[in-house]
């Protein structure tokens, strides 16, 4: 049984960067894509990036300048960095394993950016 | 980047209702399509992908149709606890773009 948990800081101040750990059990990286994905308070899912057993990344355009996605297989774990956050990175941040869709999530982690 | 739109974007519905939602791709995604399902203060959870492959465990009243352009998912029969809201998303090409969503609510 597969299963995602992910932990990191949940308040953080304008400019500060955002950095969230999951970690995977039951399951091999190979042959997934590791994503990440968030969902600002009261609106609509996401896409941030992923990344491939590889170590090959994606990202949406609009955050790509600020963000990274690293893979660390020794310690099952892939991680997301997000600099100089502002209020608008305020939201619940997923990790998610894609084979065809996003079939295994975390448990989400609510991140807020506030002076 | 493609763009994935939904409608409606909330509906409501009686129990036992069929209900339908749609979602448009802005350019062929051939069948590179999932629906998603999240519950009130939920993590998503997966439905359908391929457009029209029921992910283990889901149950067989909703199903999903579509390719290239149009998609659909349907539940045959709404019931109580289908109460949520529906997110397209295409996984054809990055960004691995979500439609709006569509919340389903019982009348």
């Known amino acids: 049984q597969v299963q995602l948990q992910q932990w990191g800081a949940g308040l953080l101040k304008p400019s500060e960067t955002l950095s969230l750990t999951c970690a995977v059990y039951?399951?091999?990286?190979?042959?997934?894509?590791w994503s990440w994905i968030r969902q600002p308070p009261g609106k609509g899912l996401e896409w941030i990036g992923e990344?491939?057993?590889?170590?090959?990344?994606k990202y949406d355009v609009s955050l790509e300048s600020r963000v990274t996605i690293s893979l660390d297989m020794s310690n099952n774990h892939f991680s997301l960095k997000l600099t100089s956050v502002t209020a608008a990175d305020t939201a619940v941040y997923y990790c998610?394993?894609?084979?065809?869709?996003?079939?295994?999530w975390g448990q989400g982690t609510l991140v807020t950016v506030s002076s | 980047d493609i763009q994935m739109t939904q409608s409606p974007s909330s509906l409501s519905a009686s129990v036992g209702d069929r209900v339908t939602i749609t979602c448009r791709a802005s350019?062929?995604?051939?069948?590179?399509l999932a629906w998603y399902q999240q519950k009130p203060g939920k993590v998503p959870k997966l439905l359908i992908y391929?457009?029209?492959t029921l992910q283990s465990g889901v149950p067989s009243r909703f199903s999903g149709s579509g390719s290239g352009t149009d998609f659909t998912l349907t539940i045959r029969t709404l019931q109580p606890e289908d109460v949520a809201t529906y997110y397209c998303q295409t996984y054809y090409s990055a960004p691995l773009t979500f439609g709006g969503g569509t919340k389903v609510e019982i009348k």
């Open positions: 990344i491939n057993h590889g170590g090959g990344t």
């Open positions: 391929a457009a029209s």
């Open positions: 998610a394993r894609r084979g065809n869709a996003q079939d295994y």
């Open positions: 039951g399951g091999s990286f190979s042959g997934y894509y």
């Open positions: 350019q062929g995604i051939s069948n590179y």
